[in-house]
């Protein structure tokens, strides 16, 4: 099974609609973080989370919110869609590491949702 | 300027080459450096982190540097399974542990 796992992999909605997509992981990951990835563009980041209680805006919040419901589950929301959030959404998880000075640890992702906003 | 710039290609080689890619970070405290690979419609994996001596992981060889804000990854002998786009990304000081990616290179390895 996958250790970083999104639902839906696929999601086609129309403008106005509200979205939800999730982010489970097994991996016993502190950290949580949700990207968009755009043609071009890259990978921006959207929200992350360093725990339950510890939710940041990342470089694109705007139109969207999330929920730590759980260490393990983290979910994005689009209250009201509109096209130009089609994208190809990322969840991914790290480790808290053993450094106060927050190290970088690997970063690992799960396989995508496909997001197209008519 | 861009945060983390890298040439997007494609970089089309046949088997057997070697092929180098290049990329430049703007911000000059950065911290960490790594190359992701993402293949296709996948999700981006972790293909090495850069260390300022330089690191060798195989056919993979990753420089850094921070004179310049330079970072490199070659792949010598590439093989069919190396298609892929690889991307540079940056950790910078202050951003809490976050990554910068860049766009990616893509990569195509032809028989």
């Known amino acids: 099974d996958a250790d970083v796992t999104q639902t839906p992999r696929n999601r086609i909605t129309k403008t106005g609609k509200r979205i939800m997509l999730e982010c489970s992981q097994t991996k016993g990951h502190d950290r949580m973080y949700w990207y968009r990835q755009d043609p071009g563009l890259g990978l921006r980041l959207i929200y992350y989370s360093f725990d339950v209680k510890d939710i940041n805006k990342g470089e694109i919040s705007d139109g969207y919110s999330v929920s730590r419901q759980a260490q393990a589950k983290f979910s994005l929301s689009l209250e009201s869609a509109i096209p130009n959030q089609t994208a190809l959404y990322f969840c991914?998880?790290?480790?808290?590491?053993?450094?106060?000075?927050?190290?970088?640890?690997?970063?690992?992702f799960g396989p995508g949702t496909r997001l197209t906003v008519l | 300027r861009k945060e983390v710039e890298q040439d997007p290609g494609p970089f089309n080689v046949p088997e057997g080459a070697t092929v180098a890619f290049n990329c430049t970070y703007s911000n000059s405290a950065s911290q960490s450096f790594f190359w992701y690979r993402q293949d296709c419609r996948k999700e981006p994996k972790l293909l090495m982190s850069v260390y300022s001596s330089g690191n060798e992981d195989g056919r993979f060889t990753a420089q850094l540097n921070r004179a310049s804000q330079y970072i490199s990854l070659l792949i010598r002998d590439s093989k069919l399974s190396d298609s892929a786009t690889y991307l540079c990304?940056?950790?910078?000081?202050?951003?809490?542990?976050?990554?910068?990616f860049g766009k990616g290179t893509k990569l195509s390895v032809k028989p």
């Open positions: 991914a998880t790290s480790d808290r590491g053993t450094s106060g000075r927050a190290p970088y640890n690997e970063q690992f």
């Open positions: 990304v940056v950790r910078a000081l202050g951003s809490q542990g976050n990554l910068i």
